[in-house]
């Protein structure tokens, strides 16, 4: 599945509920990213990690956790802080600045 | 910060005909263009990318245009298909020693038949 595999596919939170996304990649790919997609808004990201232990906000971090324990993996935790939620979530990686991105198949998560 | 504007929001072109893309960008630094096509509920996936070093590169129907003076990168893609229906990004590596990508907010193809 192109080496970065994401779960669940669709995801349904309740109001105050934390969720958690899952991110895994086998390409030895040292960074990784989450970026969320509304309609009309483009990729936006919440959160990268460029090696093991170390990550960074990105321009959309309030609401949103991540923790980066191993290479291959990335979790995305989306908190009860986040007032809009729901949205289609990206996770990304690369091994290389001048190769992009190798993206996972997304998470849609909607809140009920 | 980075900021990435694409143009148009929509684009609409008759099969055989062809569709351009445009966008600009703001830090004179970025060095690295890649390009994206998602088709619907499906990941973005790399179609073509150029480095600033080089103005012009294609693949098959595809190109892409640099002109680093004016800060603006465009896609070409000829000889459209219905299966070039999808929604393309443009990106540009961000500031600083990180390769996080700044993308642009997409254009919507439709190619009729």
């Known amino acids: 599945d192109g080496g970065i595999t994401q779960s669940p596919k669709y995801l349904f939170r309740k109001e105050g509920q934390n969720v958690t996304l899952s991110c895994e990649q086998n390409l030895n790919h040292d960074a990784m990213y989450w970026y969320r997609q509304d309609p009309g808004q483009g990729l936006r990201l919440i959160y990268y990690s460029q090696i093991v232990n170390d990550f960074q906000k990105g321009d959309i971090a309030e609401g949103y956790s991540v923790s980066r324990e191993k290479k291959e993996s990335f979790p995305l935790t989306v908190t009860s802080a986040q007032k809009n939620p729901t949205a289609f979530y990206l996770c990304?990686?690369?091994?290389?600045?001048?190769?992009?991105?190798?993206f996972g198949s997304g998470t849609r998560l909607t809140v009920v | 910060g980075e900021n990435v504007e694409q143009h148009p929001s929509t684009l609409s072109v008759q099969e055989g005909d062809s569709a351009v893309i445009k966008c600009t960008y703001s830090d004179s630094a970025s060095n690295y263009f890649p390009w994206y096509k998602q088709e619907l509920g499906k990941r973005p996936q790399l179609i073509i990318d150029?480095?600033?070093?080089?103005g012009e590169k294609k693949d098959q129907r595809i190109a892409v245009t640099l002109n680093k003076t004016a800060k603006h990168f465009s896609l070409h893609i000829t000889e459209t298909q219905p299966e070039d229906s999808a929604v393309y990004f443009c990106s540009t590596r961000g500031p600083g020693a990180t390769n996080k990508l700044i993308f642009g907010t997409g254009t919507l193809l439709a190619v009729q038949p």
């Open positions: 150029i480095r600033s070093n080089v």
């Open positions: 990304a990686s690369s091994a290389d600045p001048q190769r992009g991105y190798t």
